[in-house]
């Protein structure tokens, strides 16, 4: 039997605390709050004029959530998928993964012992200028289909907030409370306001986008109270 074609059982996830955002909506600030609170990101990117913090991503587990959102759990995705909880499960102390294609997600609540996440959302009109001015036209999933994916995992992992880059950056009090119900004292003097890349794009939104917008602020009001 050709050893691809094997069965192969995933490895449990013991302890997954993810960042979850469509690209350039504040998931790298997310992620700097939690490493404030202890939480290691094993992570194989350098930081840049973007970021100059650091990405916070596992390179490996990034195009992993792409094969798994086009072939979910093959034989390969699941062997990759063991490589990348190993890496977690065996990072010293607390470790986090980002995710920015937000259906892949589902694939580590069924493997993960206790899941907790951070959503993160921007507004789209700035998320999509400053991805254009990175040179980005274009990500497998849209805005809209990958916040809609966020809506849909927030409403199935019971431990998960929602949070906005523009809360983060105002230094919002209330962040510090909303990270507390997923069990994590974060310092919010670790994110400066000139981390902003972009404010106040007059990038032109669908009605559709508008509307998701607005309803992920609602979702946010939630998880601020």
Same mark, same amino acid.
């Given at each position: 039997?050709?050893?691809?074609?094997?069965?192969?059982?995933?490895?449990?996830?013991?302890?997954?605390?993810?960042?979850?955002?469509? %690209?350039?909506?504040?998931?790298?600030?997310?992620?700097?709050?939690?490493?404030?609170?202890?939480?290691?990101? %094993?992570?194989?990117?350098?930081?840049?004029?973007?970021?100059?913090?650091?990405?916070?991503?596992?390179?490996?587990?990034?195009?992993?959530?792409?094969?798994?959102?086009?072939?979910?759990?093959?034989?390969?995705?699941?062997?990759?998928?063991?490589?990348?909880?190993?890496?977690?499960?065996?990072?010293?102390?607390?470790?986090?993964?980002?995710?920015?294609?937000? @259906?892949?997600?589902?694939?580590?609540?069924?493997?993960?012992?206790?899941?907790?996440?951070?959503?993160?959302?921007?507004?789209?009109?700035?998320?999509?200028?400053?991805?254009?001015?990175?040179?980005?036209?274009?990500?497998?999933?849209?805005?809209?289909?990958?916040?809609?994916?966020?809506?849909?995992?927030?409403?199935?992992? %019971?431990?998960?907030?929602?949070?906005?880059?523009?809360?983060?950056?105002?230094?919002?009090?209330?962040?510090?409370?909303?990270?507390?119900?997923?069990?994590?004292?974060?310092? %919010?003097?670790?994110?400066?306001?000139?981390?902003?890349?972009?404010?106040?794009?007059?990038?032109?939104?669908? @009605?559709?986008?508008?509307?998701?917008?607005?309803?992920?602020?609602?979702?946010?009001?939630?998880?601020?109270?």
């Amino acid at each position: 039997m050709n050893s691809k074609s094997q069965s192969v059982n995933p490895v449990v996830l013991q302890n997954g605390i993810f960042v979850a955002g469509h %690209p350039r909506s504040g998931t790298s600030l997310a992620c700097k709050l939690l490493e404030s609170a202890g939480v290691t990101f %094993p992570s194989d990117t350098r930081a840049d004029n973007y970021n100059k913090d650091g990405y916070y991503e596992l390179l490996s587990a990034k195009e992993l959530e792409k094969k798994l959102i086009e072939k979910a759990m093959t034989p390969e995705n699941i062997a990759e998928l063991n490589n990348v909880v190993r890496t977690l499960n065996n990072t010293k102390g607390l470790a986090g993964l980002k995710i920015v294609h937000l @259906p892949s997600i589902f694939f580590y609540k069924h493997i993960a012992k206790n899941l907790r996440v951070v959503f993160i959302f921007r507004n789209p009109s700035d998320v999509k200028a400053s991805m254009l001015r990175r040179g980005i036209s274009d990500f497998k999933l849209n805005w809209f289909d990958n916040n809609n994916a966020l809506i849909a995992a927030r409403e199935n992992i %019971p431990k998960s907030i929602v949070v906005s880059y523009e809360t983060i950056l105002r230094g919002d009090r209330r962040i510090v409370r909303a990270f507390k119900k997923i069990g994590f004292s974060i310092d %919010p003097s670790v994110v400066k306001r000139s981390y902003r890349t972009q404010e106040n794009s007059r990038v032109m939104l669908r @009605p559709e986008e508008d509307k998701m917008f607005c309803f992920l602020q609602k979702l946010e009001k939630e998880s601020l109270k």
